[in-house]
T-cell receptor, first 116, second 113 residues
Framework: AQKVTQAQTEISVVEKEDVTLDCVYE???????LFWYKQPPSGELVFLIR??????QNEISGRYSWNFQKSTSSFNFTITASQVVDSAVYFCALSEANFGNEKLTFGTGTRLTIIP | ETGVTQSPTHLIKTRGQQVTLRCSSQ?????VSWYQQALGQGPQFIFQ???????GRGNFPPRFSGLQFPNYSSELNVNALELDDSALYLC????????????FGSGTRLTVV
């Protein structure tokens, strides 16, 4: 069975500080996908990144960066120089890479509050 | 291109009633998945539809059912509503070509009283 753990329920930081959101996952699959989504108060899940299990390169997109470590089954997300607009709930998710079984297994989310 | 749209945005139902939620998929997407998100929790997979057939189901009872139409839009039906069915119901569409990009709608907030 797949499982995603986001141990940080809530985080508050002052604007312009860096913040890292942790994600640990469990799966018996050798091939899988990892995701991060942002959920603002409006409710929709906004896609941030998808990472294939074979690609362990870290990725940077503007102020966002992701650290994938297969050895520790972690896929952490860092926001650099945080802004108030980054306030939201962030979800880490996992899916199998088998055609026909593409459900997403989500963690419980981390509520991030950026204090002006 | 249009994104995923869901209707209605909010709904209040009485325990025991039935409800139908609707989802229009993003242009070019042929697969629709439904998720239930209880307050303070992560979304839970209900089921997925591809080519108008159910293709994968989560741990939800049969009173949760769905449909996908030829234009790839979808409905989620819940019979015999229970108080625990109160949640945000999210629809996600994707294209079934082996890649896994999911576009989510803003959801329907269902309250069962």
């Amino acid at each position: 069975a797949q499982k995603v753990t986001q141990a940080q329920t809530e985080i508050s930081v002052v604007e312009k500080e860096d913040v890292t959101l942790d994600c640990v996952y469990e799966t018996r699959d050798t091939t899988y996908y990892l995701f991060w989504y942002k959920q603002p108060p409006s409710g929709e899940l906004v896609f941030l990144i998808r990472r294939n299990s074979f690609d362990e390169q870290n990725e940077i997109s503007g102020r966002y960066s992701w650290n994938f470590q297969k050895s520790t089954s972690s896929f952490n997300f860092t926001i650099t120089a945080s802004q108030v607009v980054d306030s939201a709930v962030y979800f880490c998710a996992l899916s199998e890479a088998n055609f026909g079984n593409e459900k997403l297994t989500f963690g419980t989310g981390t509520r991030l509050t950026i204090i002006p | 291109e249009t994104g995923v749209t869901q209707s209605p945005t909010h709904l209040i139902k009485t325990r025991g009633q039935q409800v139908t939620l609707r989802c229009s998929s993003q242009s070019g997407h042929n697969t629709v998945s439904w998720y239930q998100q209880a307050l303070g929790q992560g979304p839970q997979f209900i089921f997925q539809y591809y080519r108008e057939e159910e293709n994968g189901r989560g741990n939800f009872p049969p009173r949760f059912s769905g449909l996908q139409f030829p234009n790839y839009s979808s409905e989620l039906n819940v019979n015999a509503l229970e108080l625990d069915d109160s949640a945000l119901y999210l629809c996600a569409s994707s294209y079934r070509d082996g890649t896994y990009g999911y576009t989510f709608g803003s959801g329907t907030r269902l309250t069962v009283v």
